[in-house]
């Protein structure tokens, strides 16, 4: 496998829209590979295709309460969303900056997996979270567009030390 090179804010190709993976080719399922060893390596929580230039609707996501389980979302679509948190969140794209973000409480996925079958997944907190800004990224929209607040240097350190 290959470590991807994670692109970042003020690269035009994270404001682009990505395109529908039409076809489970094995081009994609070497991305999905690489995209998994490269999210793993840079230690995130999840990672979309545009965040390794490339304009599909791939995401991959970490779930933390499940024993570290990664999910391959291809052509993801947010199908129900309730609730509301307003937590931290941070981006690989952007890196050192941190922002508290409105985001659902509970969301639905419905998704393909490298297999080509569908499915659903639906997360609360810290979950849903990673969903929606896996989600945005393949609609070219950062986390920082809508944050609630973007932390200043004093506020990073007093979470971060």
């Not at 309730?82 to 794209?93: I, K, R, T």
Request: glycine share 6%; charged share 30%.
């Amino acid at each position: 496998m290959a470590l991807l090179n994670i692109i970042k804010l003020g690269d035009d190709i994270l404001r682009k829209k990505c395109r529908k993976v039409e076809e489970i080719t094995p081009r994609i399922l070497t991305l999905l590979d690489d995209m998994k060893d490269t999210l793993l390596k840079a230690d995130g929580a999840g990672l979309a295709a545009p965040q390794v230039g490339i304009l599909k609707r791939i995401a991959l996501i970490i779930d933390f309460d499940d024993n570290n389980k990664i999910y391959e979302l291809i052509n993801p679509e947010i199908i129900a969303a309730e609730g509301e948190q307003q937590e931290l969140e941070g981006c690989l794209s952007v890196p050192n900056e941190w922002a508290i973000t409105k985001r659902p409480m509970k969301v639905t996925v419905r998704a393909t997996d490298r297999n080509g079958c569908e499915f659903t997944l639906t997360g609360e907190g810290m979950l849903a979270r990673e969903i929606c800004h896996e989600t945005d990224h393949l609609d070219g929209k950062l986390f920082i567009d809508g944050a609630v607040h973007v932390l200043t240097p004093e506020e990073k350190k007093e979470y971060f030390e």
